[in-house]
T-cell receptor, first 114, second 108 residues
Framework: EAGVTQFPSHSVIEKGQTVTLRCDPI?????LYWYRRVMGKEIKFLLH????????ESGMPNNRFLAERTGGTYSTLKVQPAELEDSGVYFC????????????FGEGSRLTVL | SQQGEEDPQALSIQEGENATMNCSYK?????LQWYRQNSGRGLVHLIL?????REKHSGRLRVTLDTSKKSSSLLITASRAADTASYFC????????FGSGTRLQVQP
C-alpha cells in the first residue's frame, strides 16, 4: 500500500513568487493534515481536512496560504506571494480516524524562499 | 505556545546506552503519542499511550505518562546508531500538536 506522497520534495523560489505543494494521502484516509517546521523549531499545525471540508484551519498563518482538497482526495497548499519567512519543511499527514489517532506522514516538501 | 515540549533539546550517547527523553504538555489529553523523524524524512509513529495508562512498552521503547504532572517520558534501551533521529511527543483532541523535538545522536 502506498504511503503519503508529497511533491515536490524541494522547491527554491524567489520572494514574491508562487509555489504549490501537493499531497496524496493514503487511499481511504478521510483526514488530511498540513504541518510546517521552520528552522528546526516546533512542528506547527496548519490545517485539517475531513474529506473535502476544512475542519480546522486555525494554524494557517495568513491569507497568502490557500489549501484545497479536491473531491476529498489529494490536497494542494499554495503560497502566494511567498515571503522569506515561509521557508521551511511542509509536512502532510493522513489518518483514518479524526480524533487524534496515529498519523501517517509524507516525507515533506522543503521550501526555500530567496 | 506549543502543547508538547521535549527535553532535552539534544542528547548524545554511546551505542548500547539507554536514552531518556521527556515531554511536558499543558492541557488535558486523551492520549499522547511519540514520533521519530530521521534526517530528511517524514515522521514515523512509534507509540501511543492513553490517558488512563501509566506505562507502555513496544520492543526497546518504554513510555510513561503522568497526567498529574502533565508529563511523559520515552526510554530507548540498548540504543543503536540507527536510533539517531529527532523524537517528538504529540498531543491534541482533534489535531495533534508537536513540540520542537529531542535530537538524539547515538555514537557507534
Amino acid at each position: 500500500e502506498a504511503g503519503v506522497t508529497q511533491f515536490p520534495s524541494h522547491s527554491v523560489i524567489e520572494k514574491g513568487q508562487t509555489v504549490t505543494l501537493r499531497c496524496d494521502p493514503i487511499s481511504g484516509h478521510d483526514n488530511l493534515y498540513w504541518y510546517r517546521r521552520v528552522m528546526g523549531k516546533e512542528i506547527k499545525f496548519l490545517l485539517h481536512f475531513v474529506k473535502e471540508s476544512k475542519q480546522d484551519e486555525s494554524g494557517m498563518p495568513n491569507n497568502r496560504f490557500l489549501a484545497e482538497r479536491t473531491g476529498g482526495t489529494y490536497s494542494t497548499l499554495k503560497v502566494q506571494p511567498a515571503e522569506l519567512e515561509d521557508s521551511g519543511v511542509y509536512f502532510c499527514a493522513s489518518s483514518q480516524t479524526e480524533f487524534t489517532g496515529e498519523l501517517f506522514f509524507g516525507e515533506g516538501s522543503r521550501l526555500t524562499v530567496l | 505556545s506549543q502543547q508538547g515540549e521535549e527535553d532535552p533539546q539534544a542528547l548524545s550517547i554511546q551505542e548500547g546506552e539507554n536514552a531518556t527523553m521527556n515531554c511536558s504538555y499543558k492541557t488535558s489529553i486523551n492520549n499522547l503519542q511519540w514520533y521519530r523523524q530521521n534526517s530528511g524524512r517524514g515522521l514515523v509513529h512509534l507509540i501511543l499511550i492513553r490517558s488512563n495508562e501509566r506505562e507502555k512498552h513496544s520492543g526497546r521503547l518504554r513510555v510513561t505518562l503522568d497526567t498529574s504532572k502533565k508529563s511523559s517520558s520515552l526510554l530507548i534501551t540498548a540504543s543503536r546508531a540507527a536510533d539517531t533521529a529527532s523524537y517528538f511527543c504529540a498531543t491534541g483532541r482533534r489535531a495533534l500538536t508537536f513540540g520542537s523535538g529531542t535530537r538524539l545522536q547515538v555514537q557507534p
